[in-house]
């Protein structure tokens, strides 16, 4: 008998698992499925990415669906359209020797009538995104009333992504009869609220450290000053010649500006965001499994369907803001038994982060030195040594041989070596000749962004606002204008084109704000805010001279004498721009607020 007999599996589901490759059956699918067949239960698992939680629950399911009903008997619930196309063909495997099961995906940005169609001829197993079921339920397209099984499979990733209103709605159209399982990566608090309000006193099983990461992850960290990102990133790329990786940017603007970046500097890179079309999203996973894309600059959301096995590098770019977010990251290599490292670029305000991922994961970081220019130069120089020694002979090299040896007649052996490696090499040593040191995220040591940021530099140089540390604004938009701090920041990031991070303390008073950047950006911010103008009205940004200026907390200042702060900040302008930006405009930083959520999409 083998493992998967043990399990309680039917005879068309062994062959199927043998046809798959299956030997063992993971702990996971060790753990749920005895539970899952043994009767009607609600089942709660929590298990890493990649531990094969599908075949946990596809298999029960399967078993337990009538075949000779075409009713639809169980729904499956998945954040992402990759992930349900992904559910969807894995059930379709394990349901090959089972006559007469269909599993239909719904799913957005395809389209609906099709799915509708597919639904109307039968299907006993429907594997959903949250947003196309609800729109599909709404329409009468599909009857989800008659369900025995409901499963909620990466639930803390629709939790994440903001999908609780609707997976609601979606099993308030359920019978109350039914079985939940429930399969998540991590159980934030998010998680634990849905079981309990949905599911009836779930068993509980869990994989691994609750938690954890895979162990053959390795995790590490490099500290660099907000605006080396880039250039760190790319350093780490060039340190790893054979690297393929997904790099996570927090916002689908970062993603694709990281991603132009990089192909504009030489590098195989892509883009994958819910900005794109399908069409374009499938062309640049179709690149990246042939790794003709070495660097797939990612969203979070858009990352979640990425089924490739042999990622040597998950590179963080930026942090996620979600603790968990980081574990879906690191979890997408080291996968099938391969070992991996998950790489994440910080600033320094960012390291206690670091230590509440270290918590989560249960693992130490270890904090490396983004490599130096002549440590680059030397790995890249045996890179193409070896690349050179191991290269095989192309045969039609031959005819052209005489000829080639009249042209490089008279060179010797040491002399043509070293033309050949600097052909490709002088490249990379002229690139990182005069670049210094990007460790310890000293702001004056950025003599790498010199390709493009020259003019900055010289700019941020004569700028009197240079000296280190943080510098304080005044901004005269406030809670009038519908903004709270984080709408604020996102405001002003994304209009002066910061990143992420480069935004901090941002502290909203009733009719103006104050926030704060390293000094190197404030030439930017300033620039950008000049004679800048939202609705016909100007929104003016200048650097303030409070005490709260370098960085104390400006919340305990309190909100009345702020008020007056504020008044003769706005007289102190000439009255230029005191117009204010009020009222009305509310509206348009609503749309911002609201956009939020579809910026990860
Ligand atoms: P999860 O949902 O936990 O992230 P998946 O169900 O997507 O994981 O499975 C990850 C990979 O492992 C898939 O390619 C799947 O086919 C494979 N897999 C699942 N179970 C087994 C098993 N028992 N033996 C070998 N491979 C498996
Ligand atoms: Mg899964």
Redesign the pocket.
């Known amino acids: 008998m083998t493992k ?1 007999e043990a399990l309680g599996l039917q005879k068309s589901l062994l062959d199927a ?1 043998s046809d ?7 702990e ?2 060790e753990k749920a499925i005895p539970i899952l067949l043994s009767g009607e239960v609600d089942l709660v698992a929590l ?10 629950f ?1 298999f029960p399911l399967i078993q337990k669906i009538d075949s000779n009903s075409r009713t639809t008997q169980g729904l499956i619930l998945s954040p992402t359209r990759e ?1 349900c196309l ?2 969807t063909n ?1 059930v379709q495997l394990y349901a090959k020797y089972e006559k007469n099961i269909n599993v239909v995906a719904i799913y957005g940005g395809a389209s609906i009538t099709d799915q509708a169609r597919q639904i109307k001829r039968g299907a006993q197993i429907v594997v959903a995104t949250p947003g196309r079921m609800k729109d599909m339920i709404g329409r009468g397209l599909v009857d989800i009333s008659k369900i025995d099984y409901c499963i909620l ?2 639930a803390d990733e629709m939790l994440n992504m903001g999908f609780y209103e609707d997976i609601k709605d979606i099993l308030s159209n359920t019978p109350k009869e039914k079985s939940t399982w429930l ?1 998540s ?1 991590t159980m934030p608090a998010e998680v634990s609220v849905i079981a309990k309000k949905f599911m009836h006193s779930p068993q509980e099983i869990t994989v691994g450290t609750k938690n954890s990461g895979a162990t053959t992850v390795q995790h590490e960290y490099y500290v660099v000053g907000g605006r080396d990102r880039y250039p760190a990133l790319k350093r780490l790329a060039d340190a790893h010649p054979d690297i393929f990786s997904v790099v996570f940017c927090r916002t689908k603007r970062d993603t694709q500006k990281v991603a132009e970046n990089l192909i504009e500097d030489g590098y195989n890179a892509g883009a994958l965001h819910g900005d794109l079309s399908q069409n374009q999203r499938d062309l640049v996973m179709n690149a990246f499994r042939k790794k003709q894309i070495q660097l797939l600059v990612a969203t979070d959301v858009a990352a979640r369907g990425i ?1 490739v ?1 042999d990622i040597t590098h998950v590179i963080n770019y930026q942090l996620p803001d979600e603790i968990e977010t980081y574990t879906h990251r690191s ?1 997408r290599t080291g ?2 038994g391969k070992s991996g490292i998950s790489m994440v670029i910080v600033t320094r305000s960012e390291m206690r982060k670091i230590q509440a991922i270290e918590k989560k994961v249960q693992q130490k970081f270890i904090n490396k030195n983004i490599p130096t220019g002549p440590e680059i130069c030397e790995i890249q120089l045996y890179h193409l040594v070896n690349k050179i020694k191991d290269t095989k002979i192309n045969k039609d090299v031959e005819n052209y041989l005489p000829a080639i040896n009249d042209v490089l007649q008279g060179i010797d052996r040491d002399q043509l070596i070293k033309k050949i490696v600097s052909v490709e090499f002088t490249r990379f040593s002229n690139y990182y000749n005069k670049t210094k040191d990007l460790n310890s995220g000293d702001s004056r040591d950025r003599g790498e962004r010199g390709e493009k940021g020259d003019r900055r530099r010289d700019r941020e140089d004569s700028s009197a606002s240079s000296s280190n540390g943080s510098v304080r604004y005044f901004i005269n938009v406030g809670e009038k204008d519908g903004y709270d701090w984080m709408s604020l920041k996102d405001f002003i990031r994304d209009t002066a084109a910061l990143g992420r991070e480069d935004i901090f303390k941002v502290d909203v008073k009733d009719s103006f704000s104050f926030f704060n950047s390293e000094a190197e950006v404030t030439d930017q911010i300033l620039t950008t805010f000049t004679e800048f103008k939202v609705d016909g009205r100007f929104v003016n940004v200048e650097v303030s001279n409070s005490p709260g200026g370098g960085g104390g907390s400006r919340r305990s200042g309190g909100g009345g004498g702020g008020k007056d702060k504020g008044r003769r900040r706005d007289k102190d302008r000439g009255g230029k721009y005191s117009k204010g930006f009020s009222k009305s405009s509310s509206k348009d930083s609503g749309k911002k607020r609201s956009k939020r959520r579809s910026d990860f999409f």
């Open positions: 998967f698992v798959m490759g299956f030997e063992t059956p993971s996971v699918q298990a890493q990415t990649g531990t094969g939680k599908t075949a946990a596809g992930l992904q559910i894995e499979d990466e399969f990566a089924d096995d979890g996968r099938a």
